[in-house]
């Protein structure tokens, strides 16, 4: 009888640790079923989500923190959670659907559609393009950069979950009024600063060419060694033209992304004798606890440090 009672309570012991491991390893947290299930293919993205819904939904995010978007493996959990989505929100402008196409592949495998449950928050964005030769038709993915166009996908984003969470809505749009208050004041102080900055130091110096909209949004040059992320540090012809277009002017910072190696900049700092000013960011918010761990934290980072660099 004694080795019966230990056998029945092993059993418990094991399916209940099966039980909690399945739960877990989906994303899902007891008591969020009910919830409209949503996932973001990155932290940019799922900010904005927890910003407009708070605890109304279960979200869950993809690409982790520091993590390139462009090309990235799916976990086991992002699967799952991909099969349970109500809603899948992306960048769109072939940021996730570029290259391996790994976004793609995972909500087609999971049985969802476009525009019933995968939506692009970059909807209604007037989209560059790159300008490398040979690739003019392929579409720059950076848009939310430009304030402007982070606001539409706020927007984009409050309309999809009003949508699909009816009884939630009002918290929704009156949440996303807040926000865009918020952001709308950090552009227009932003816009002010950059008018400010002589017009012969307004040339931003990063390793990758992702500030096109932002430039646009603030009236500066763009220059980069690169145009899209790549494991090449440089080559010899991209670092000449990006020397080139510093000495022609008379910037007085560079800038590196956060979530590249700062080698290639490095290399163009000894050349120039120009001061790596500050990291900046561009596919990911930083680490939770950090300065620039939201969007509007993001933003107002790279704002603040880009005008006080050029300012010098």
């Known amino acids: 009888m004694k080795r019966l009672i230990v056998i029945a309570v092993a059993v418990v012991v094991i399916l209940g640790s099966v039980l909690w491991f399945a739960n877990n390893s989906q994303g899902g947290q007891t008591g969020n079923h009910d919830k409209l299930q949503v996932v973001a293919t990155n932290s940019i993205i799922g900010n904005m989500v927890e910003e407009i819904a708070?605890?109304?939904?279960a979200l869950h995010t993809i690409v982790p923190r520091g993590t390139d978007p462009h090309e990235y493996e799916p976990r086991p959990q992002d699967v799952s959670a991909a099969q349970e989505a109500d809603v899948l929100f992306h960048n769109g402008l072939n940021l996730e659907t570029g290259g391996s196409g790994w976004f793609k592949k995972m909500y087609q495998n999971a049985g969802k559609k476009t525009n019933q449950q995968v939506f692009a928050v970059s909807k209604?964005?007037?989209?560059k393009h790159l300008t490398d030769k040979g690739k003019e038709n392929e579409l720059d993915p950076h848009a939310?950069?430009?304030m402007k166009n982070g606001i539409k996908y706020v927007k984009n984003i409050e309309k999809v979950l009003s949508a699909k969470?009816?009884?939630n809505a009002n918290t929704y749009k009156k949440r996303t009024a807040a926000y865009v208050n918020k952001l709308s004041s950090l552009d227009k102080s932003a816009k002010t600063k950059?008018?400010?900055i002589p017009e012969n130091k307004?040339?931003?110096?990063?390793?990758?060419?992702?500030f096109k909209y932002f430039s646009a949004a603030y009236g500066?040059?763009?220059?980069?060694?690169?145009?899209?992320?790549t494991e090449s540090q440089g080559t010899p012809e991209q670092m000449k033209l990006v020397l080139e277009k510093i000495r022609a002017t008379n910037v007085p910072s560079l800038f590196v992304e956060s979530s590249v190696s700062p080698k290639a900049m490095e290399k163009v700092s000894k050349e120039t004798g120009l001061p790596i000013y500050s990291k900046i960011y561009t596919d990911s918010l930083a680490k939770k606890g950090q300065a620039a761990d939201t969007?509007?934290?993001?933003?107002k980072w790279n704002l603040d440090k880009i005008a006080e660099g050029l300012s010098k």
Do not use: H, Q, R
């Open 194 to 196: 950059f008018n400010n």
């Open 220 to 229: 500066i040059t763009p220059a980069f060694i690169w145009e899209i992320n």
């Open 202 to 210: 307004k040339l931003l110096v990063t390793s990758e060419g992702a």
């Open 295 to 299: 969007y509007y934290g993001m933003m």
């Open 165 to 167: 969470d009816p009884d």
């Open 144 to 146: 939310w950069l430009d």
């Open 124 to 127: 209604g964005v007037v989209a």
């Open 54 to 57: 708070g605890d109304k939904v």
